[in-house]
């Protein structure tokens, strides 16, 4: 068997408990970066009633505004 000194396996205690510390949260951070970010295509509408700006789904030939509910035209959309 080998002798350790109390002094060595407490700091060997302390370090392997560090590295495994470390080894958790470099995982953890590498597994958070590999998500990946959804992005909704959105346009910048304004009311025409209130002037409020929003933002809102491009496909929809009404759009709502949040603040006034009056509905507004979307004028990039064809028309059927």
Not at 2 to 28: D, K, M, R
Not at 39 to 56: A, G, V, W
Not at 66 to 76: A, V, Y
């Amino acid at each position: 068997m080998i002798e350790v000194s109390p002094e060595t396996a407490f700091i060997l205690y302390l370090g392997s408990a560090f590295f495994a510390i470390i080894a958790i949260w470099l995982y953890q951070h590498k597994k958070s970066k590999e998500k990946q970010i959804l992005i909704f295509p959105t346009k910048h509408f304004t009311c025409e009633f209130c002037h409020t700006s929003y933002l809102d789904d491009p496909l929809k030939p009404f759009t709502r505004c949040p603040e006034c509910h009056s509905l507004n035209k979307n004028l990039k959309t064809k028309e059927k």
